[in-house]
Structure formats: C-alpha cells, structure tokens
C-alpha cells in the first residue's frame, strides 16, 4: 500500500489535517462524569409482519403506529445473474495493473483505476463497471495523475477522482453512466458530496487576497466556502475569505446544513496566533450559526499541540481517530500489537483525556458525520456485541450485530445515516434451522434501524428459518441497500429499500 504524508503548516490546515492521510490505496459538557456504569441495554422492537414491510425514516411514537405504505424494495441485482457483483468482484482480483476497487453505495457499479504499466505510480485510467454488464467502461479523458482518493456521491451517480501530492489537490468529476466528465474542481483537502449526491461542497484558494498568514505559513492563500451545484454547473460562493479570516469544509450534516470551520488570525509578538470557530450554515435561508459542542470554547493552536504532542509520546497507543470537526479525539491505550486496549477520548480545550471503556479486543472506531456519536466493536467474530458512544455525555448503548458481510469480518458492519440520525446494522435473532446449521452461531439475521434520539430499535426485514437479511449500506439520504440471502433456493439478491417519512 503507497501512502503520501501531506504535512500542514499552519494551525488552519491543522484542524482539516491531523494525521497522513493516504493518497493511494490497494487493490481490495464536560466528560468527568464518564464511566461504564452509563451502559445500558436497548430494548428491540420488532415490526409486525406486513406485506411489504414498514418502510422507517423517523420512528413512531409508542402510542401511534405508523401507516403503512405501498412501498417494496427494488433488486439491484441476484447472484444467479451471470454477470453479478461477486463476478465483478472475482474478474478485477484476478487482473493486474487494477487499484483503488470502489463499490458504489447501491451496489450497481464498481470503480476502478487501471494502469497501462501495472504501477499505481503511473498515470491511471478510470474504469466503472455496471453490474449486469459483460465488461466495464473507461473514460475517453486524458489519465489521472498521482491519484489519491476515489469517492462516489452517496447517490451513486457520480464519482469523483482526486488527485494530488499537497493539501491544495484536483480532481475530476465523473457521470456513472458513460463514464463521462463533469468538471475539474481545485480544493483544499478534500470535496464532499452532500447527502443526496446533488451539490459538492469544499475549499477554494483565493489568491487575489493578501493574508496575514501568508508571512508565516504555506499555502499562504485565502481559503473561501463554496458549494458547487452538480445540475446547473454553477459555483455559489458561501463565505470568500479575507485577510485574516479563511473558511474551510468539513462536511454536511444533512442536505440543507453545512459544517464549516471559521478561522480567525492575528499577529502577536511576531508570532501568528489563530482562533478557530465551528459554524453550521443554512442552505436555504443562507445563515450561518456557531455550532461549538462547548459554548464559549475557544479552539487554538495550543490546544491541538497538547493533545497530539502527549499521544505521540505514548507508544502504547493506537488507532487515534478524529471526529469529522475535529473537536474530539479518540484512541486506544493498550498491547498494540495485539490491538486490545482501553477506549479513551480527548476533546480540546480539556486538560487530560478520560478513559471510557474497559480493556477489550477493538476494531476500528466510526464516527457520525455530525461528530456526536461514535462506534466501535472487537472485529474478531461473526457476532458482535457493538458500543455505541454518545462524545457528549459519555452514555454508551450496547447493541447485538452481525459482522460478516461476503464471508469475511467487516471492517465497519454498521452505518450511521448521512444526517447522523439513524443506524443501519444487521441484528441477531435466535432462529434455528437445518438451513443454519453450519453457520458460525446458528443464528439469523436482520436488518435493522436504531433511532440515535431515543435508541429505539426496529427491524425493517426479519428473518425466518430459510432467510436471513444483511445491511450492506446507505444510498442517498433515505435508502437502505442489504442482502436477502435464501437458504432453501440457494441463492441471494442485493435490494434497494426507500424509507418513507
């Protein structure tokens, strides 16, 4: 695996940039009070059986039902098509010169770079395969150079081609279908689609202005917010920066509710001194508000080199993972090499990190785009025993999930909604049959929804004796993509299901 450093000079790029983040990839209140006696086990409500099922977007009350709709689920595809996704999958592992395989969130295109000379170093050709087809497209541009991330719009009708070595980076716009071109976007860090995968949002260099950083960091541009709407090809200007102000993307928090990072800078001494302030801005009315999870906390360079200067010192930790505003960090503190550990978390403006949970075999952590809940499990069985974190409070849920997705252990078998407000995962059911007998448990499996407001649970499709359901994703704001898999005809189908308000 090639990875590229991209170093930030400058406590601006800081807050975007806090660790290497990798260019190239392979083929395939106050937290004193936290303490593991917030656990708490969440009931399971199971949805009475229907035909179709009850689509969910927001949980009912208790006392009122919801109405059921009309609504069924849509194939994406079944695996006894000739040209599924798991021939796909086999065909891009046996070639060579092929990197950066991206599955699009619904499951119907896998993209890929592909290099003449077998090198990910070289120029690269994108590639997208429609399952379903016999053999994949490629786009007619010009090949892209020192590649870095390939991302699909949550929709799955675009995909976007960054390139780069340096924190201001390029990169490409595609059309899923054909393959063809959209625009070329210059950026700071990264670009990120919004929730419906209709307008992109980033930081763009505004070299007509004379800053006051420029006399002590690089890049020493103004950065301005803009979002760049995919249907009219245009650019709206959202905050331009100024001498001594910069704006910079860190993501939505749903499609009309951008979060953005208002940075301010003044000299001292001859030093640069800089104040950072989290803003969240309305799409529609066009104003902006502070969204700071702690009212009045200023966020300052001192603050940051406090927390990575003690981490790095520390040879005992591992998996240091920021939160997407990157207010809060978490960690583990324990046998590297063995990769068990406590869970601790650091937010800034604190003095001293709090340990949050026990010693255990962990994973990989997962954060909710709006940075307020966090996820983690042991990464080591087919059924888990999921722990959901609240980095406000420090309250902890625990939830049962089935982790295995195409006969491996998945990395992150649960998903948090593109507005943070709902988890997708794929529940434990004690239903025995001769048909799952061979299984690692025994169990079944279903796919199920917990609301992040009040952590009720709801299952979308239960399983039988002869059916198990496992989730395999988001699409676009309001779609769940999982897999039916059933036991008796020997056979599976990826489907598509829209979540009805």
């Known amino acids: 695996m090639r990875k590229l450093v991209r170093y930030i000079l400058g406590f601006t790029l800081l807050l975007m ?29 199971e ?39 798991a021939y796909v999958r086999n065909e ?39 399952v379903g087809d016999d053999k994949p497209q490629e786009t007619q541009e010009m090949k892209e150079e020192t590649v870095g991330d390939v991302i699909w719009s949550p929709n799955s009708e675009y995909i976007f081609v960054d390139t780069g070595t340096y924190v201001t980076r390029a990169g490409d716009l595609f059309v899923a279908e054909g393959v063809k071109k959209v625009v070329s976007l210059g950026y700071l860090h990264s670009i990120y689609f919004s929730p419906n995968g209709k307008k992109i949002l980033y930081s763009k260099l505004n070299r007509d202005v004379s800053t006051l950083k420029g006399k002590y960091v690089d890049p020493f541009e103004a950065f301005d917010l803009v979002m760049y709407d995919i ?5 709206e200007m959202i905050l331009k920066g100024t001498e001594t102000e910069d704006s910079n993307a860190i993501g939505w928090l749903d499609s009309q509710t951008i979060s ?25 009315s066009k104003k902006s508000i502070v969204d700071e ?21 520390q040879k005992d930790v591992f998996e240091e993972t920021w939160s997407p505003d990157q207010r809060t960090i978490i960690y583990a ?26 010693e255990e075999m962990l994973n990989k952590f997962v954060w909710s785009s709006d940075s307020r809940f966090f996820i983690f499990s042991g990464g080591i069985s087919s059924e888990e025993q999921i722990k959901i974190v609240d980095a406000h ?13 195409d006969g491996r252990i998945a990395g992150t078998p649960y998903f948090f909604s593109p507005d943070s407000k709902l988890l997708l995962f794929s529940g434990v059911e004690e239903i025995r049959s001769t048909y799952k007998m061979n299984t690692e448990t025994g169990n079944s499996h279903n796919v199920s929804i917990m609301n992040m407001d009040t952590k009720e649970i709801k299952i979308l499709f239960k399983a039988t004796d002869k059916i198990d359901y496992v989730a395999l994703g988001w699409s676009g704001e309001n779609k769940v993509v999982y897999k039916k898999l059933d036991y008796e005809q020997n056979s599976d189908e990826i489907l598509e299901y829209t979540l009805l308000n």
């Not at 949805?47 to 609504?71: E, G, R």
């Not at 060579?96 to 295109?109: L, Q, R, V």
């Not at 080199?305 to 003690?310: E, F, L, R, V």
């Not at 409070?393 to 997705?405: E, H, P, R, W, Y």
Request: hydrophobic share 25%.
């Open 260 to 284: 953005y990072n208002l940075i301010k800078y003044s000299e001292e001494k001859g030093e640069l001194q800089e104040e950072n302030v989290k803003y969240k801005y309305d799409v529609k």
């Open 92 to 130: 891009l592992k046996s070639q060579t010169g092929i990197f950066d395989i991206t599955e699009s969130p619904n499951k119907k295109y896998v993209a890929y770079m592909h290099s003449d000379t077998n090198s990910q170093y070289d120029p690269l050709t994108l590639h997208i395969w429609r």
């Open 17 to 45: 940039i806090t660790s290497c983040k990798p260019a190239f990839k392979t083929d395939i209140s106050s937290l004193d009070s936290i303490n593991t006696t917030n656990e708490k086990q969440t009931a399971v409500i």
């Open 47 to 85: 949805l009475k059986a229907s035909n179709p099922p009850t689509p969910l977007a927001t949980l009912p009350q208790p006392t009122n039902p919801p109405n059921v709709p009309k609504n069924t689920p849509n194939e994406v595809h079944a695996s006894k098509e000739k040209f599924n996704l």
């Open 393 to 405: 409070n420090g309250n902890i849920d625990k939830i049962g999930c089935f982790c295995l997705v």
């Open 231 to 235: 249907a009219t090809n245009k650019e």
């Open 293 to 313: 999870p702690i009212p009045g906390n200023k966020i300052t360079l001192t603050n940051y080199w406090k927390i990575t200067k003690s981490l790095s010192e």
């Open 333 to 358: 503190k324990g046998n590297k090499k063995e990769g068990h550990g406590q869970v601790w978390i650091w937010r800034w403006g604190e003095e001293k990190p709090i340990s949050i949970y026990e």
